[in-house]
């Protein structure tokens, strides 16, 4: 029988081999540590009833960081703008096939940007639904995107990564490629019931990771999945879902405060102003970062 | 109807289920804060290990004879406490567990309305919401019961829930009743499929699913029966303690040597070796260690106090690791 434990110990092993250890430098680890004594102040009080483990994040992260630093290449364009002490929900567009920007701009915002913040992004139904993946989502802070499940999390004073956009984000054909799909407006109720400003950012280096050949609509439906990307990578074989190593800019735009005349139930009109206001001071970062994106063979010499 | 009852003022309790460990130690709890009370316990099946108070008597009684009916005009019960819903533990048929689940249920209920019983408490299960991938955090009261959309063997959870209210509603003039939808209930006294689970040392843990859960101690739901039969008012009543543990740390400190499985592994030895002994859940009753189904107590709160909980999820498990020791 495998144990979860066992798991962890040949990972552990793996990256000892690999000598994936020698990768960190030592001022990110104490960087890390020291901003999850932070973040960790505020899930001492309570259990979480989403299933995060702090731990295990922690854990995660330091996993994930020479990927996030050696192979992706995160760079966050001014981070300045996420210096503010009260919760935030951060609205970015959705990139990639699979939402490893999620991921990035996770790990961006425990270890780059002040004051440290693990947001709890907002996932699909149906990744809940998957075995390990929906778990080890929920353990890493993910929450099902649920209204009642956001409004609990900002009350209490947590931050959360919101793609309004969607599955649509994430399943586009690459004449689409940084155009950015239609918003919904409830992320933009749930920020005026819970009175939290908005932090705009736009994620720039992620539709490369999987080039899209083909998206099967009719197979996803009769599947009941949400998308079904096909990539040319697929040809690589199982190797086909190790992620072209795409530079990646996480660009931080100004924080959006929340309209005190609005009531969070106001008719369409008046909220579809401020969500098409979001949507395009993002389009326009989006438009200012692909002028100012590193190559992308470049990146890899580097 | 009133909805404060006093207790010092009533003579007679029915309590249903009686073979229970939930009916033995509300009805000893009862007993011991109110001793002026008479207490009848009946129960379908053979009561073994009676309460040692002589104002509680227990018999084994159908609820559907003749002599039911008689046992409430002789008596004249000021409140009755239905805890004696056939959990999924129990082998029995499911065509019968409905059958005694739902029509019992709606025969209990009609002789309360018949008989004037100032008080019915019925004991329902947060079964009824559904264990579902988009289930919501702390499920409200007023979520709809989503149980049986993928097992019909759930259906009778879900009917007697709706028996229960339905009657509620309908006859809030003339009784007082409540409906408690516990979380699981634990201790060394229950017998249901979730105990059972959690003590069994050789039934499989979920390897790849990992949903929060919410655990009631046997004490505490004794005590927030009595709570509601003082001072609750007529309703619909989720019962879970404050505080949540994740599925696989409740079993590791219950029976660390549980072997990890992957879930479609553990459906498929349900299936194989059925419900009875070596496997200590039915196979329908598996979403409900794959997908969270917490509920939220704001509600009972709101009537029995911030305070009514004495043990979070975690003490509960700790107490029946104890117990089980």
Known sequence: ?302 | MSTIIDLLKCRNILVIGMAGGLARITSTFLIKKYPHLKIIGIDEREVREKPSYSNISCQKIKYTRSNFEKLFRSCHFDIVLHLGRIGHAQSMRSKKRLDINVVETARILELCLKFKVKKAIILSTYHVYGALPDNQAFITEDLPLRASIKYPELRDVVEMDQVATNNMWKHQQDLTSIVLRPCSIIGPQIKNAMTSYLLSKYTPTPLDYNPIFQFIHEFDIGSIIIGCIERAPIGIYNVAPDGVISFRDAKKIISPTSPHIPIFLAEQLAKLVGSKNYFKLPRYLIDYVKFPCLISNAELKKHLGQDCFRYTSQEAIDLLRLSAE
Request: net charge neutral.
């Open chain 1, 1 to 302: 029988m495998i144990k979860p434990n066992s798991i962890n110990n040949i990972l552990s092993k793996i990256s000892q081999k690999l000598a994936i250890d020698k990768l960190f430098s030592v001022t990110d680890m104490a960087k890390v540590e020291s901003n999850f004594q932070i973040i960790s102040e505020k899930y001492k009080a309570h259990s979480d009833p989403f299933g995060l483990d702090i731990i295990k994040t922690k854990e995660k992260i330091n996993l994930l960081l020479p990927l996030y630093r050696n192979y992706f290449k995160v760079r966050i364009i001014n981070p300045e703008n996420a210096q503010y002490d009260r919760p935030l929900m951060v609205i970015s567009n959705h990139t990639g096939q699979i939402p490893i920007d999620a991921m990035l701009i996770t790990i961006a915002f425990v270890t780059d940007i002040n004051p440290p913040r693990l947001l709890r992004s907002m996932v699909e139904r149906f990744l809940n639904t998957l075995p390990f993946f929906g778990t080890w989502a929920a353990e890493s802070g993910a929450v099902l995107g649920d209204r009642s499940n956001c409004q609990w999390l900002l009350q209490r004073g947590e931050s959360i990564l919101v793609f309004p956009e969607g599955v649509r984000g994430i399943s586009k054909s690459t004449s689409q490629y940084y155009q950015m799909q239609r918003f919904t407006s409830g992320f933009f109720r749930l920020a005026l019931y819970a009175g939290v400003d908005i932090l705009p950012i736009s994620v720039i280096g992620a539709e490369e990771f999987y080039p899209l050949v083909y998206h099967p609509w009719t197979i996803a439906r009769a599947l009941n999945l949400p998308a079904l990307p096909l990539s040319a990578s697929l040809l690589l074989g199982p190797l086909g879902i190790i992620p072209l190593p795409s530079p990646i800019d996480i660009r931080i735009g100004k924080i959006y405060s929340i309209p005190k005349n609005i009531e969070a139930d106001a008719p369409d009109e008046f909220v579809d102003f401020h969500v098409n206001e979001i949507q395009k001071q993002i389009q326009e970062m989006i438009d200012i970062g692909l002028r100012e994106r590193r190559d992308f063979f470049g990146a890899i010499k580097k």
